[in-house]
Structures are given as C-alpha cells and as structure tokens.
C-alpha cells in the first residue's frame, strides 16, 4: 500500500531561520515523490519532484531510500514561503497519493 | 498555459440530492483525478482515471462515482449527496509517465445541507 506521513500539521519559524519539513512514506518499489504547495487562495501547485534534484524558491528535498523520507529544506526562510506543503507519492501505478499536509507560517 | 477548469467554484445542495461536479483540462493528459480536501485530513484520493472509460477507486469512494466518456472530461456524481460529504473537491490531471505533474482545478466548495 502506499502511503505519506506528514507528521507535523503546523509548523512555525521565524523569517531567516531554516525550515525542514518532514515526510516518510511507504512504498516497497521505486516511488515518485513530489512536494506540492498552495498559496492562500491560490490552486495546488508543484513546488520539486525526487527526478529533477532542483532547487525550486531555495528549497531542496533528497529521496532517502533507507529512511524512506523526502524531507523539505530551506535554509533562510521567508515570509513568502507561508503556505500549505503537501508531501506526494506516485507508486508507478498512476495513483497520486498526499499526506496531509503541514502548514507553514513564517513570522517576521 | 495547463488549464484545469472545475465547472463549479462554489455548491450548495440538499441531502439526497445527486450532484454532478465536472473537470476539464486542455493538455490532453491521460491521467484525471478527484479528491477531497478537508483541514487536518489533507488530500484524500476518490478515484481517478488514467483513460477513457477507465477508472480505478482510490482511498474513500464510497458515496461517489465517476465518468470519463471523453479525454478532457471527468466527472465526479454524488448519487445521494450527504452532509459528510461537504467538502473541498479538488480535480487535476497529468501525463502518464514517470515525475509528472499533476495540475489542478480551482477547487468546488461544497455543502450539504
């Protein structure tokens, strides 16, 4: 079965300050994983994919096969970047799976 | 530019009636999705489609179904809706193969009362 765990539904830093925000799956073959991320009031949108290995808005995130993990990072983080941040897996039968999410408020 | 349109931005029905919820993306993507967003849940999968007629359930299908007669379209019926299903729907879309994109609609906000 596939599945994504987001295990923090807030996350709260302040401007400049890292940010790390965290998934695991679980999937016994090769995943697909992505970051999605909404904006207030804006469409669900792809923020990087596990493929591209790009850095999109200073965020990074590495596959880790043997922890089963795509961690989201930063290391400055702006006021911009407060939004909602969906972890997603694709276990290579077209079925898109989300966690549930972590909400992101960067404070001044 | 992708554009995935739901025909919908904001519903309100009454129980038992059947709602119809309608997607339509522009790319010619193979694959078609709904879900369901509801706070502290995330995106819960309902079912998606990856061609013509062709549909798989996903996590919660319960009290839905789905039609695809056309590669642009997708809908998702509420046979008999209730006020549990009050929601969020999200559709999206994206091409079949690995890392791709998945694009989504506006949202429809739907209650039920």
């Known amino acids: 079965a596939q599945r994504v765990t987001q295990p923090e539904k807030l996350l709260s830093v302040f401007k400049g300050a890292p940010v790390e925000l965290k998934c695991n799956y679980s999937y016994s073959g090769s995943p697909e994983l992505f970051w999605y991320v909404q904006y207030s009031r804006q469409r669900l949108q792809l923020l990087l994919r596990h493929i591209s290995r790009e850095s999109i808005k200073g965020f990074t995130a590495d596959l880790n096969k043997g922890e089963t993990s795509f961690h989201l990072k930063k290391p400055f983080a702006q006021e911009e970047d407060s939004a909602m941040y969906y972890c997603?897996?694709?276990?290579?039968?077209?079925?898109?799976?989300f966690g549930k999410g972590t909400k992101l408020t960067v404070n001044p | 530019d992708v554009k995935v349109t739901q025909s919908s931005r904001y519903l309100v029905k009454r129980t038992g009636e059947k709602v119809f919820l309608e997607c339509v993306q522009d790319?010619?993507?193979?694959?078609m999705f709904w879900y369901r967003q509801d706070p502290g849940l995330g995106l819960r999968l309902i079912y998606f489609?990856?061609?013509?007629?062709?549909?798989e359930k996903g996590d919660i299908p319960e009290g839905y179904s789905v039609s695809r007669e056309k590669k642009e379209r997708f809908s998702l019926i509420l046979e008999s809706a209730s006020t549990n299903q009050t929601s969020m729907y999200l559709c999206?879309?994206?091409?079949?193969?690995?890392?791709?994109?998945?694009?989504f609609g506006q949202g429809t906000r739907l209650t039920v009362v």
């Open positions: 489609s990856y061609d013509v007629k062709m549909k």
């Open positions: 997603a897996l694709n276990g290579g039968s077209e079925k898109l799976v």
């Open positions: 999206a879309s994206s091409f079949s193969g690995y890392g791709t994109e998945a694009f």
């Open positions: 790319m010619d993507h193979e694959n």
